[in-house]
């Protein structure tokens, strides 16, 4: 079977099960998997018949029901670490309540290591980290650097500039295995590379694979190139359960011990009256880590939630081959929007070595602005109003990556800081600063997306947004209020031009001013009526104030006004022309042809 074929095939595939296992978005186009993936109706089904036919209790009791769920969540804790083909033997899995409380934990620990031994802690982050990597810089008292390219990374790793690094150091290198903004994904190959190299002080290394890992295979089957620290979420893998976990290979995991909080259920003795003193437990990584009583129905629910992705879905890789196609299927599409005068309707914000179809550089991730056919920009929150209105569900905004709209968005330190304190907010946005959009719109796909979202996204766009044609009233305006500049003469006395409309328009004689024209512009709704323009309002409140008027065709002029029209109507042509030549503006020719044969014929 061709390639083509299986892609059609798998695609058909997850459109069959959607119907059975999705009954949530029937009708609704969910394009947000970035956020969180989608559960399945079996997932809660058979999570349901396990709470409903066993027993479970607290984990740290000892009586049967609290056994039987301390001896499943060792399971479960397994079973997850083969997931991600991971040894239990060379890995530990530390249940958090997402990656973001992975992250803090590693932050914790390394901050309260470099205290307790008195040693400096260095950090070090690529600059298209999420928000909960760039807060961990603030554990280091101003010892952090921010890598603000791939290139940078490698360079530092060849050992090729000098570091600033100190004798006796700890450090930490952390990055995302892909952009959850853009959806590029970064070299896996680095945490490998850094422990190589022998003329570096030992760096530890954390990837954040929440993204990475929701639509992609995610191999520590080589502890010798696996990351130290890995943190992930798995709602944003099964949809179901809110959980996170911290993946720590063991040899590097006495840096973790020196963590000075401690909660119940990780130490064996604490003394608090007369003396303070206790020890903590020493048997396992996640004993030591994991504070209170687990979330452990969570994890039951987890058990359910890696058996019936595999059920349904067969593996990961294939996840990834899926969203890969439909990824470079709507990127395509996306980027070959036109508004009538040949401008693109949408901005995309892509790494230049990330390839969409290819999963090596690219994810199933595409950022964009939209774009009105002058340049100027639709408001991302306003696109995203305008596709919740049609039960399309994408997200926009900064999405917590500031290197990424620093570097794709093109703001500097000095802009964001006066936007900030001009009122802009990522938590109440001012869309547009100075031309600037401050966000994007994202839309992020997943294993129970289809060929159909991609399809819907595209027709609300080019419904919504992709301008058609310029109003022939507009075209007209333009002429008229062109002509007097154009040929450096002052307003001649009023003649009204009847529109095919049956409004009637100032000719360029008019002594009345006429507004600028407008395209039609955006968000509207699909299959709704055009919004009126400026220049059409104006029409109607011209010919409201002038109820004698004269339509061009009952007008009388001579031989010698005639041609000063035409004479005029060209002079004016060329100048708007050339106006629009110079913005990049112009319309295809079949539409300013029309335009301008309906302006001629009107004026003699």
Not at 146 to 153: A, G, K, L, P, Q
Not at 159 to 177: C, E, I, N, P, V
Not at 423 to 448: D, E, F, I, W, Y
């Amino acid at each position: 079977m061709a390639a083509s074929d299986v892609k059609y095939a798998y695609n058909f595939a997850v459109e069959e099960l959607r119907d059975r296992e999705y009954p949530q978005i029937q009708g609704k186009t969910y394009l947000d998997h970035g956020g969180t993936t989608l559960y399945a109706k079996s997932l809660i089904e058979a999570f349901s018949a396990d709470m409903i036919s066993n027993l479970y209790g607290n984990p740290h009791s000892d009586c049967s029901p609290s056994k039987l769920a301390g001896h499943r969540i060792d399971e479960i804790r397994e079973r997850a670490l083969r997931f991600f083909n991971a040894s239990p033997d060379e890995f530990d899995l530390v249940f958090v309540p997402n990656a973001t409380a992975g992250v803090k934990l590693v932050a914790d620990c390394f901050r309260d290591y470099a205290a307790a031994s008195n040693t400096p802690f260095w950090y070090g982050y690529h600059r298209d980290a999420h928000t909960s990597l760039v807060g961990v810089r603030e554990a280091t008292k101003g010892f952090h650097r921010c890598f603000t390219s791939d290139e940078e990374v490698e360079t530092w790793i060849e050992g090729r500039t000098a570091s600033g690094h100190r004798r006796r150091q700890l450090d930490l290198f952390a990055y995302l295995g892909q952009s959850n903004m853009t959806g590029r994904r970064l070299p896996l190959d680095w945490p490998g590379k850094i422990r190589k190299n022998s003329q570096r002080v030992p760096t530890y290394t954390l990837l954040d694979a929440a993204a990475l890992a929701s639509t992609s295979p995610l191999d520590l089957s080589n502890a010798a190139t696996a990351p130290d620290f890995v943190a992930l979420s798995f709602y944003k893998i099964f949809g179901f359960p809110n959980l996170g976990a911290l993946i720590v290979r063991k040899v590097s995991a006495h840096i973790l011990d020196a963590r000075s909080y401690f909660g119940g259920g990780t130490v064996d003795m604490v003394v608090n009256i007369g003396d303070t003193w206790h020890a903590k437990k020493d048997v396992t990584v996640h004993d030591r880590l994991e504070d209170g009583t687990l979330p452990f129905l969570n994890i039951f629910a987890l058990d359910a939630a890696m058996r019936i992705h595999t059920k349904l879905f067969g593996s990961m890789k294939q996840i990834s081959m899926h969203c890969a196609y439909l990824a470079h299927q709507l990127y395509s599409e996306l980027s070959q929007l036109r508004h009538c005068n040949d401008t693109p309707v949408v901005r995309i914000y892509k790494d230049a070595n990330a390839i969409y179809g290819n999963s090596a550089t690219q994810g199933a991730t595409i950022a964009f602005n939209v774009l009105r056919a002058d340049g100027s920009l639709v408001g991302y929150v306003d696109v995203e109003k305008a596709a919740d209105e049609q039960q399309i569900y994408v997200r926009s905004g900064s999405l917590c990556n500031p290197g990424g709209v620093a570097t794709y968005l093109k703001w500097t330190p000095p802009e964001m800081r006066a936007a900030f304190a001009a009122g802009h907010k990522c938590s109440n946005p001012t869309q547009v600063v100075k031309g600037k959009s401050t966000g994007v719109v994202r839309v992020s796909l997943g294993a129970m997306s289809t060929r159909a979202d991609v399809e819907t996204l595209l027709d609300f766009m080019r419904q919504t947004y992709v301008e058609t044609e310029l109003d022939v009233s507009d075209t007209e305006g333009e002429i008229f209020t062109a002509i007097p500049q154009a040929l450096h003469v002052p307003a001649s006395p009023s003649v009204i031009v009847s529109s095919s409309h049956g409004s009637q328009s100032p000719s360029y004689f008019s002594s009345a001013p006429t507004s600028a024209p407008s395209a039609r512009t955006s968000p509207r709704k699909p299959q709704s009526s055009m919004p009126t323009t400026p220049h059409s309002q104006h029409q109607r409140s011209t010919a409201q104030a002038s109820p004698s008027t004269t339509s061009a065709s009952s007008v009388t002029t001579s031989e010698t006004d005639t041609i000063h029209r035409h004479k005029h109507a060209l002079a004016a042509t060329v100048t708007v022309h050339e106006v629009r030549r110079k913005q990049g503006q112009t319309e295809k020719k079949s539409t300013w042809s029309r335009g301008m044969k309906t302006a001629l014929n009107r004026l003699v």
